[in-house]
């Protein structure tokens, strides 16, 4: 299936490593130009180097900590400046720390909401007036598992990633006539360094070993393997081409079976 995505330009967040990486890997073998970013210069470059050469795309590599709101205003002037705009935004950041609800700290509070929520606000900002300009945009955010069935031990990311997808469902609404679709991915237990500090988080609390704490997760999930990086970079890649015009406003599970709801 051709996708129609040669020549996009696309924007993804945290893409030095893990579903981000995965991401701007799909759409730039699809054609996309890409622009990555990361916090640490040597793994992003080479990063970009590695998308660049496998894909025959051109890869804009920017430093930046999404926590940051002055990073993000120079992320995304620094992309306009190099591509003229921007037609897919992949919103994406780190996890927030793992903890409980009756132990995290406000300080932990605030941190959380400036990565996990207002970056994405902050990133669809910049990019959404051009979007609506031309008539065409799509804005995919990758979120959690955890915004339809909260988490153990992670009431931070529980709490505000259910608030982007929030956020997601109201501008998937105001934008959806203007040629803008925005829509949420979630992954289940996918093999990225998050899911491994989660996993060993939980052995040392247990007194178990990592693979251990890895095949409890396997042993819950229907697939009975924890997901790839590439499988949910799959679908971010559908959503934001030509033939999803007509989907906005979901919010889509890649988990192996793992979510039991209904909805």
Same mark, same amino acid.
């Given at each position: ?55 025959? %795309? ?26 003229? %705009? ?34 994405? !606000? ?87 070993? !990592? ?53």
């Amino acid at each position: 299936m051709d996708l129609r995505l040669a020549g996009k330009i696309a924007l993804v967040a945290a893409s030095s490593r893990g579903l981000g990486r995965a991401a701007a890997q799909a759409l730039a073998d699809e054609g996309a130009d890409v622009a990555i970013t990361a916090r640490h210069q040597d793994e992003l470059e080479r990063t970009a180097h590695e998308i660049a050469t496998s894909s025959g %795309r051109r890869v804009l590599p920017v430093v930046a900590d999404l926590g940051v709101a002055a990073d993000i205003d120079r992320l995304v002037e620094r992309v306009l400046g190099t591509f003229g %705009r921007v037609d897919i935004l992949v919103n994406n950041a780190g996890g927030p720390p793992p903890g409980r609800a009756v132990d995290v700290t406000e300080a932990d509070w605030r941190a959380a909401y400036e990565l996990t929520l207002m970056s994405a !606000v902050r990133l669809v900002q910049g990019v959404l007036p051009g979007m609506r300009e031309r008539g065409w945009g799509r804005i995919v955010n990758i979120t959690s598992i955890s915004v339809k069935q909260p988490l153990p031990d992670l009431v931070l990311s529980n709490a505000l990633r259910a608030g982007v997808v929030g956020y997601a469902k109201t501008l998937a609404s105001e934008v959806a006539a203007e040629g803008v679709t925005v829509n949420n991915v979630c992954p289940g237990y996918t093999l990225t360094d998050r899911v491994r500090t989660l996993a060993q988080a939980r052995a040392d609390a247990a007194g178990i070993d !990592v693979s251990q704490a890895m095949a409890t997760w396997e042993d819950a999930i229907p697939a009975r393997r924890l997901g790839r990086p590439e499988e949910l970079a799959a679908l971010i890649t559908f959503l934001a081409s030509e033939q999803a015009a007509y989907i906005t406003g979901t919010t889509i599970q890649v988990d192996g079976g793992l979510y039991a709801g209904l909805l």
